[in-house]
């Protein structure tokens, strides 16, 4: 996976903090040569390292940690900030009728991500055209072509057009009832002019509703730069990072990212259509830095540093019931790795919550099966469906039962158990001890699933 050597010495890193019995001038000297190193081995802008390690000097030096925080977990959590400032924040990219243009170095991906963001749109309900504006490379129409037949697209290209911006136009008219328009440019290497002014051709007559840059995470640093370029030329709106599964450093994406400062809105993780996920950059900070589920759910609490009300009102939401669809998505999300469900059904005391009981593994692998199947269903909802589900009728259900490819049956069932999941936890708010015991866990951030075996 990109990033491994990265992740591996972030993780030392992370450990050589918790493990140092104080923090002194010395030791963020040291940490932050160790993140430098880390940071440069993974091909990171130079430049992008230097203020980041500056920044995290100043401010363990300026700062002091909040109440309750220990001098090691607050440097974590500055660098934690830090890099994913980096990153910046999660944004999505809106499910609306819109024209998207790719553009992105050769051999990036592009061709392949028309596709994937096709499934993507499809899969929430949004009609979508790929248009081939490739005239450069040989094959593209066809690659592009058979893509749409893969991902149910309509297409639209000219073999031997040459010109593209004639090409996108005519698409643009045929392709008129596609609600999203996605137009695959020439793959180019940003220092050739000829190949740049056609794409400040093709922004300007277009004037497409999103430019996205694809670029390969394996590649190095080198692609800083070059992402400026284009980014002057054409000003790019979001950015797509492909090949993650590949072996790489993957610095130069983060620097690309960095340099361009636009948000990452999808990654590729994979040849096939399917490899394509959202990106939340909180979620692959924590993957990078090693830490589980629990511990990212819990770092974030902790991050925010919550106080006793703010504890007591997200505490609240969640036994109130007034929970919605995305949030379950987000729990679920964190609870459908591999084992970690085992992990929590086997140590949490269901025989004392209201309707539970100690499952046996069979079980626990049909709940993990379960949960599979739904978040294919979850993926195939529109924001506003996932945030407001009382919208969900019987027409929705069936459009969410062609996207996600999974009987109408299932969506309903999903839909059943979201209900009786409300009103378990409206039962458990009676139950003052876990309400207690939650909350006071959620504010010191230390939940461990052994607390749970506490619950009387
Ligand atoms: N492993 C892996 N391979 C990928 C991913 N995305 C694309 N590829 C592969 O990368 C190669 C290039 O992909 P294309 O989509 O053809 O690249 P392109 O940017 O359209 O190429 P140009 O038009 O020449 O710029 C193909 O073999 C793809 O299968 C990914 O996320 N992971």
């Known amino acids: 996976m990109v990033l491994e050597n990265l992740s591996s010495s972030l993780k030392d890193v992370f450990k050589k903090i918790s493990g140092s019995s104080y923090i002194d001038k010395e030791t963020i000297k040291e940490v932050s040569k160790d993140i430098q190193r880390a940071l440069l081995k993974a091909d990171v802008n130079v430049k992008l390292v230097i203020s980041l390690t500056n920044r995290l000097q100043e401010r363990a030096a300026t700062e002091k940690p909040p109440a309750g925080m220990s001098e090691q977990d607050f440097i974590l959590k500055i660098i934690y900030e830090e890099l994913l400032s980096i990153l910046g924040e999660e944004s999505r990219i809106e499910l609306k009728p819109q024209t998207i243009m790719l553009v992105g170095l050769y ?48 297409f639209y290209g000219e073999k031997n057009e040459k010109d593209p911006v004639k090409i996108i136009k005519n698409g643009l008219d045929r392709l008129g009832d596609a609600k999203v328009k996605i137009i695959d440019t020439s793959g180019r290497d940003s ?48 950015v797509i990072i492909t090949k993650m599964d590949g072996t790489g450093k993957g610095g130069g994406a983060l620097s690309a990212v960095a340099e361009i400062k636009s948000p990452v809105y999808f990654i590729g993780t994979g040849e096939h259509m399917e490899d394509f996920e959202v990106f939340n950059p909180r979620k692959f900070l924590s993957r990078l830095l090693g830490m589980g589920d629990i511990d990212a759910l819990m770092e974030a609490v902790k991050e925010t540093n919550i106080t006793e009300e703010e504890a007591e009102k997200s505490l609240d939401k969640l036994m109130s019931g007034k929970f919605n669809l995305k949030d379950m998505y987000d729990v679920w999300e964190k609870f459908s790795k591999p084992g970690l469900l085992k992990k929590i059904f086997n140590s949490m005391p269901l025989s004392r919550i209201p309707g539970g009981d100690k499952l046996n593994d069979s079980e626990i692998d049909r709940a993990n099966e379960k949960l599979n199947i739904y978040r294919v269903i979850l993926d195939s909802m529109t924001y506003s469906e996932l945030e407001n589900p009382d919208i969900i009728n019987a027409k929705r259900i069936k459009r969410i039962s062609i996207g996600s490819g999974k009987d109408e049956r299932e969506v309903r069932a999903l839909l059943k158990e979201y209900n009786a999941m409300k009103n378990n936890m409206k039962m458990i708010k009676s139950n003052r001890n876990f309400k207690k015991l939650l909350k006071s866990q959620m504010k010191s951030g230390n939940f461990g699933l052994e607390d749970l075996e506490n619950i009387k």
């Not at 051999?107 to 055209?129: E, Q, W």
């Not at 450069?136 to 072509?145: D, F, K, V």
């Open 107 to 154: 051999g990036n991906g592009k061709t392949t991500t028309a596709g994937k963001l096709a499934r993507f749109f499809i899969k929430k309900g949004l009609s979508v055209g790929l248009i081939a504006a490739d005239v450069h490379r040989p094959g593209a129409y066809e690659q592009l072509e058979q893509i749409s037949k893969q991902v149910n697209s309509l």
């Open 191 to 238: 220092l050739d002019d000829e190949l740049i002014d056609e794409i400040k051709r093709i922004k300007n007559e277009i004037k497409p509703d999103e430019v996205l840059y694809v670029v390969d995470a394996t590649l190095g640093q080198q692609v800083g730069p070059q992402a400026k370029v284009l980014n002057d030329a054409v000003s790019i709106s979001g």
